[in-house]
């Protein structure tokens, strides 16, 4: 095999689907909505339909990927889920209930990533720096989330393992939402970070939209 086709194999590219991009132009549309238009002082169903639209206009996107399967049917889940995770976070009471919605969308984005290639090596270092980053936050939590935040936490740094290893735009997805969640956990358990809400709604957004482009690349060419 020369470097060129080698070369080839290595770099994840997407699939011949032209209208990929002008597909995503509604998903970023939304996304600039509900930046711009969210208000505390709107009613909270305004805010939680202009904050799901994006997320579930990728779901629904994900419906003109070919070929279709297991992947992407499992990637759909993961969105509907964030969805709800997304709706409960509009109410600070619901902290935990949102947890669970993205605790499962995560599990079901670890089940799409797989197994292969395994890559042990990658797992360790980033325990050690969820390790470093819960005990920061830790004297800050309220008692009652500490174990369910720990839960999601361990849920969390299995789906980036996963998203690392697999590679393409779903490394990138993965590592956008960790860093969306830490800035999160960061603004609601120590203080508010300047534009903190923006920074953690775009790193999201991102991350979603980047994970769901994984499922439009050809699987044959994912990097190893």
């Known amino acids: 095999m020369d470097a060129r086709k080698e070369g080839l194999l290595r770099k994840p590219r997407f699939s011949a689907q032209p209208r990929v991009g002008l597909g995503l132009l509604p998903f970023f549309l939304a996304c600039a909505v509900y930046l711009l238009v969210r208000n505390a002082d709107q009613p909270p169903w305004v805010n939680v339909l202009l904050k799901i639209l994006p997320v579930l206009y990728l779901a629904g996107f994900l419906g003109t990927a070919h070929p279709g399967g297991g992947y992407r049917a499992l990637l759909q889940g993961a969105l509907l889920c964030s969805a709800v995770g997304d709706a409960c976070l ?18 079901l984005y670890l089940r799409a990533f797989g197994l292969t290639p395994l890559k042990p090596g990658l797992l360790l270092p980033l325990l050690l720096v969820f ?11 309220p008692p009652q989330v500490v174990w369910p935040l720990l839960a999601y936490s361990i849920v969390l740094v299995a789906m980036l393992w996963r998203g690392l290893a697999r590679g393409g735009s779903a490394h990138w997805g993965a590592l956008l939402f960790v860093l969306s969640d830490s800035m999160l956990a960061w603004n609601i358990f120590t203080y508010l970070v300047p534009h903190g809400h923006l920074l953690v709604m775009t790193t999201y957004y991102s991350a ?17």
């Open 90 to 107: 509009v109410w600070p009471e619901a902290l935990r209930y949102g947890m669970a919605a993205f605790g499962l969308a995560h599990l």
């Open 131 to 141: 390790a470093l980053y819960f005990r920061v936050l830790h004297p800050h939590m």
């Open 208 to 224: 979603q939209m980047l994970i769901t482009l994984s499922a439009f690349q050809n699987p044959r060419l994912k990097s190893h």
